[in-house]
């Protein structure tokens, strides 16, 4: 589809893992986006990995928003599942209190990375509706109950099973392995868990028991989006058995196909090119990373990496990232120092007309990018030029026209990026008071430099930056701007 974006036509194009290509992306009800992302089991603390995918998708949701549809945005929180239930075991805590503290963790961390959520079901609080769509399946011949009261999905009644995954080969799969004496096929799953001594429960018409896994998200996600979904998402080591298994279940229970329209899946994170998992012990949380890095900085090294793509955490890449992000909030604050200082002409010489075409062109470039299968390093390196262009052009010439179209353009970068609104909507400013007396300082600064007094000068940029001020030399000349 194409829409206009600011007087710009876009068409945009996105990876479907269904069809295995980049589609042009129409959404089934023109002008507005449903999107549904499988969200966090709250077993534990939310770690780097988990928040790689919340990102990418709140990045894409603010995209199709400044494109100007309506989005709606639904991630679900599983707070009832085994892993809940054996850390509950295992620290004689309360299940229903492991999922309060690693829910609260959890919402903690997508405040502090800029994520706004729209919806966020819960398992527990949709046990009727979960029962009303096994009840659907049975009554289709899609699901049977075992002897014990648990109730299985019949792989082999839906013929499109594995499309999605690739997984075709029934003879390698297996799921569940523990309830294999009581499925019809090894390859069926769990709709419905019959009660285990000690374990949580509801009642049902098959006895009591609790939800399996995959039921969850299609029953949630079809009460909120309807029986259309456009997007949904969550990484790839989803794809099979979990996204392979909500797809056959809800056109199987709904009767509609496609139910999903594009399938999106985020890459996973590594470490030193290891998947990060609890068995290898390179699971880094994010409450760990945030006392070490602004939570600004990891929502920025997160889309500099293609969402596709494998990502390597490494500290020297967050620390690369860390550094732009300083020159990207320091021409952000120069920006706004030079609105104030902005010159006003009627007419414009040659050379401001060719600033501000290309300013234009960075513009289209970032939108380019972002419209390409959301090709966010291509668009944070039109973030640089425009970096680069503040630096080598505006800050020697501020004229009105070419500083308001930077500035324009910096607030449209930020909807999409997220990371700026401290600097161009809150703190930043410096008062009139403030500028004098770091003028005097810099100044002096720059006499004890002159003197080749470098360690004292040293101290004194040490103490500036201490106290929030962003300090740039160029020769014996210095800039500044204060960062809060």
């Given at each position: 589809?194409?829409?206009?974006?600011?007087?710009?036509?876009?068409?945009?194009?996105?990876?479907?893992?269904?069809?295995?290509?980049?589609?042009?992306?129409?959404?089934?009800?023109?002008?507005?986006?449903?999107?549904?992302?499988?969200?966090?089991?709250?077993?534990?603390?939310?770690?780097?990995?988990?928040?790689?995918?919340?990102?990418?998708?709140?990045?894409?949701?603010?995209?199709?928003?400044?494109?100007?549809?309506?989005?709606?945005?639904?991630?679900?929180?599983?707070?009832?599942?085994?892993?809940?239930?054996?850390?509950?075991?295992?620290?004689?805590?309360?299940?229903?209190?492991?999922?309060?503290?690693?829910?609260?963790?959890?919402?903690?961390?997508?405040?502090?990375?800029?994520?706004?959520?729209?919806?966020?079901?819960?398992?527990?609080?949709?046990?009727?509706?979960?029962?009303?769509?096994?009840?659907?399946?049975?009554?289709?011949?899609?699901?049977?109950?075992?002897?014990?009261?648990?109730?299985?999905?019949?792989?082999?009644?839906?013929?499109?099973?594995?499309?999605?995954?690739?997984?075709?080969?029934?003879?390698?799969?297996?799921?569940?392995?523990?309830?294999?004496y009581e499925k019809k096929n090894p390859y069926d799953f769990a709709l419905w868990k019959a009660r285990k001594p000690g374990e949580p429960y509801w009642d049902s018409p098959w006895g009591p028991g609790r939800?399996?896994?995959?039921?969850?998200?299609?029953?949630?996600?079809?009460?909120?989006?309807?029986?259309?979904?456009?997007?949904?998402?969550?990484?790839?080591?989803?794809?099979?058995?979990?996204?392979e298994n909500e797809r056959a279940q809800s056109e199987a229970a709904l009767g509609t196909k496609p139910w999903v329209k594009y399938w999106v899946h985020i890459g996973m994170l590594t470490f030193e090119n290891?998947?990060?998992?609890?068995?290898?012990?390179?699971?880094?949380?994010?409450?760990?990373?945030?006392?070490?890095?602004?939570?600004?900085?990891?929502?920025?090294?997160?889309?500099?990496?293609?969402?596709?793509?494998?990502?390597?955490?490494?500290?020297?890449?967050?620390?690369?990232?860390?550094?732009?992000?300083?020159?990207?909030?320091?021409?952000?604050?120069?920006?706004?120092?030079?609105?104030?200082?902005?010159?006003?002409?009627?007419?414009?010489?040659?050379?401001?007309?060719?600033?501000?075409?290309?300013?234009?062109?960075?513009?289209?470039?970032?939108?380019?990018?972002?419209?390409?299968?959301?090709?966010?390093?291509?668009?944070?390196?039109?973030?640089?030029?425009?970096?680069?262009?503040?630096?080598?052009?505006?800050?020697?010439?501020?004229?009105?026209?070419?500083?308001?179209?930077?500035?324009?353009?910096?607030?449209?970068?930020?909807?999409?990026?997220?990371?700026?609104?401290?600097?161009?909507?809150?703190?930043?400013?410096?008062?009139?008071?403030?500028?004098?007396?770091?003028?005097?300082?810099?100044?002096?600064?720059?006499?004890?430099?002159?003197?080749?007094?470098?360690?004292?000068?040293?101290?004194?940029?040490?103490?500036?930056?201490?106290?929030?001020?962003?300090?740039?030399?160029?020769?014996?000349?210095?800039?500044?701007?204060?960062?809060?």
């Amino acid at each position: 589809m194409r829409v206009e974006c600011f007087g710009m036509y876009r068409e945009i194009r996105i990876y479907n893992t269904l069809t295995k290509e980049i589609e042009i992306f129409e959404p089934t009800t023109p002008g507005f986006v449903k999107i549904y992302v499988c969200g966090i089991t709250p077993y534990d603390y939310t770690h780097l990995g988990h928040a790689r995918t919340f990102v990418f998708f709140d990045a894409l949701k603010r995209f199709l928003s400044m494109l100007g549809y309506s989005v709606l945005h639904v991630m679900n929180i599983t707070d009832i599942d085994d892993k809940i239930l054996l850390k509950a075991s295992k620290t004689g805590i309360d299940w229903r209190e492991v999922v309060d503290t690693y829910t609260k963790d959890y919402m903690d961390a997508l405040n502090k990375l800029n994520i706004k959520i729209d919806l966020h079901p819960r398992v527990t609080d949709h046990i009727v509706e979960i029962i009303e769509f096994i009840k659907t399946l049975i009554d289709k011949g899609y699901a049977y109950v075992a002897p014990s009261g648990s109730v299985y999905f019949d792989v082999d009644k839906y013929g499109d099973y594995g499309k999605l995954s690739g997984n075709i080969d029934r003879k390698t799969w297996s799921q569940e392995t523990e309830y294999v004496y009581e499925k019809k096929n090894p390859y069926d799953f769990a709709l419905w868990k019959a009660r285990k001594p000690g374990e949580p429960y509801w009642d049902s018409p098959w006895g009591p028991g609790r939800p399996g896994w995959h039921i969850e998200c299609s029953v949630m996600s079809t009460k909120y989006l309807g029986e259309r979904i456009d997007i949904h998402g969550g990484g790839t080591d989803l794809i099979f058995p979990h996204h392979e298994n909500e797809r056959a279940q809800s056109e199987a229970a709904l009767g509609t196909k496609p139910w999903v329209k594009y399938w999106v899946h985020i890459g996973m994170l590594t470490f030193e090119n290891q998947k990060m998992s609890k068995s290898l012990g390179n699971i880094i949380s994010l409450k760990e990373a945030f006392k070490k890095w602004n939570p600004a900085v990891i929502r920025l090294w997160y889309l500099t990496s293609h969402y596709r793509k494998p990502q390597d955490f490494s500290e020297e890449s967050i620390e690369a990232v860390n550094r732009f992000y300083d020159r990207l909030v320091y021409a952000t604050l120069t920006i706004k120092k030079l609105l104030k200082e902005a010159i006003s002409l009627h007419k414009s010489d040659d050379r401001d007309l060719e600033i501000y075409n290309y300013i234009l062109s960075i513009r289209r470039g970032f939108y380019e990018a972002l419209s390409n299968d959301f090709n966010t390093p291509k668009a944070i390196a039109e973030v640089n030029e425009l970096i680069t262009l503040i630096n080598r052009e505006l800050v020697t010439n501020p004229k009105y026209l070419l500083v308001t179209a930077t500035y324009r353009l910096l607030n449209e970068m930020n909807q999409i990026l997220g990371v700026l609104d401290e600097y161009l909507y809150g703190a930043g400013s410096s008062d009139e008071l403030v500028d004098k007396l770091v003028k005097i300082i810099i100044d002096i600064r720059k006499e004890l430099r002159e003197r080749k007094m470098y360690e004292l000068s040293d101290k004194i940029r040490a103490e500036l930056e201490r106290e929030g001020f962003v300090i740039m030399d160029k020769g014996l000349e210095t800039t500044w701007v204060r960062r809060k």
